[in-house]
């Protein structure tokens, strides 16, 4: 059965966008998943440790036959592949890629909760994540309800639109 699941991406080391976009590109040429729809890239401070480069994120839309913790290995694997290191909590990497929702299942358990933590509170997710699903309900409201209550202004647009990951990589 087909789910919709939706991804956040990030980075500030390297090239964030030529990650990002190996990863959507790798996770569209699957059978089992097929990369529905992507926001633009977003130039992002960061967020919890802030002595560190700016991030670039982005959000993508899966229509996917994965388990969510199918899913949630694919993208842990797809980050080592891509260099990852988890050194620092909310530290730089390469490449960060968050299941945020999956098909609106709420569930916790020791490697995945569901939707991800701290949506409702994060700006460089609700921007991306604005654009490409606004009414998507998260904790008793919608996307686009969240990022009203947000300060955005620090989050800025650096891809014209969505098609980005096509051509980078």
Not at 43 to 72: E, K, Y
Not at 146 to 154: C, G, H, I, K, P
Request: charged share 25%; with cysteine; hydrophobic share 45%.
């Amino acid at each position: 059965m087909t789910r919709r699941a939706y991804l956040g991406l990030g980075g500030n080391l390297g090239d964030p966008a030529a990650s990002m976009a190996t990863a959507l590109q790798a996770i569209d040429a699957r059978m089992d998943a097929e990369v529905a729809a992507v926001s633009r890239l977003y130039r992002t401070p960061p967020w919890g440790v802030t002595d560190q480069p700016d991030f670039i994120n982005a959000c993508a839309a899966v229509d996917t036959d994965l388990s969510a913790l199918a899913l949630l290995d694919l993208c842990l694997s797809l980050e080592l592949t891509l260099k990852r290191e988890r050194r620092l909590r909310w530290g730089p990497r390469t490449v960060d890629i968050d299941l945020l929702d999956y098909a609106g299942e709420i569930w916790t358990s020791d490697r995945l909760t569901l939707p991800h933590p701290r949506i409702a509170e994060r700006a460089f997710v609700l921007v991306p994540l604005a654009e490409i699903a606004p009414d998507l309900p998260i904790e008793g409201a919608t996307v686009s309800e969240w990022l009203e209550r947000v300060d955005a202004s620090t989050i800025q647009p650096v891809s014209a639109d969505g098609s980005w990951w096509r051509t980078a990589g």
